[in-house]
């Protein structure tokens, strides 16, 4: 009986680890608690779609400790949904720049609130003529100034 | 449990009489098998003996089935144990596969620097690269270049604004010639 009971505790036990391990793993990366991380996780391996992720040492010179970006082609759906994720995450980020065409973003500079000190937070995104859609998430020790110099110098990575 | 030796006394009287009982019998053999036999009655100890002796050769099936018995109790406790750790590692997988599902990770695992294309991973530093900057580049683009049909019609108003600075200068001309 005194058996059992060690093996029940021993089970729940396990249960919680499950449980509580994932939430470890969305603690280390910060991008998981923006919706935008979703257009990433549903169009990331679809067609017409190509998205990149930089990790830190190769991006260093920069400022930058994680580069992302979706660019999708062709998909209004894609579209709506992006911008569905956008408005969904300005809730306390700050509008660097923002061009809205009928109602809808068409271009868009926010500065997310940042989980960690020193660390900035940045969702570029626009959505040219040809309904191609370019998403892209910065993360770093930049600061909007630098990141402002780093898209108008047009530097390669 | 000590024995009186007049109860030990009676026991052997009846055992010969054959009135004993076989737990009876049982306890004679284990008191004549013990160290406390009394000097007159050592004389039965060898006749015991062979009597245990026997019984014992007699039920060699009794015994094997007793040790098969308590065998079989360490099995199904092992066994026991098994089912239980394989439930659990059944119910870790379980979790590990919902937890996946419900919680999907990110889409690629191949390297710490990789760029999706039509969803085949590419670790080519140079295409990686290459992409990263295509698409930061394109973020980057001027206003302007959003709207093609403001530019259309900038265009078309330099070209009337040249016009108007052709036909003023002319004015201009006009008038100072005159």
Sequence with gaps: MNKMKHIRCALWLLLALCLALPEELYAAETQRDLKIQDVFIRYGKKKNVTMVELSKEMLETY?????????????????????????ADQNGARKIKEITDDGGVVSAYYQMPGREKDI??????KVNTKQVITLVYIEGELDSDDLITLLFTRKDF | MKMKTDDIDKLIERYFEGETTADEERQLRAFFASESVPDRLRSYKPLFAYFDEEIQKAHPLKLQANEAKHTNKLW?????????ASGAAAAV???????????????????DNYVVINGRCYTDIHTVRAMA?????????????????ADVNDRERHVVDDQLK????????NETNE
């Design chain 2, 93 to 111: 997988l379980l979790l590990l596969t919902l937890n996946h599902v419900l919680f999907p990770t990110d889409p690629c695992y191949c390297s």
């Design chain 1, 63 to 87: 400022g930058m400790t994680l580069y992302k970006s979706i660019v999708i082609k062709n998909d209004p759906e894609a579209l709506r949904f992006t911008r569905q994720c956008l408005k």
């Design chain 2, 166 to 173: 052709d036909l003023g200068s002319m004015f201009n001309d």
């Design chain 2, 76 to 84: 199904q406790t092992k066994r026991r144990w098994l089912y239980i």
């Design chain 2, 133 to 149: 900057a295509e698409a930061l580049h394109e973020v980057a683009t001027p206003v302007d270049e959003y709207f093609p049909k």
């Design chain 1, 120 to 125: 900035n937070r940045f969702v570029l995104f």
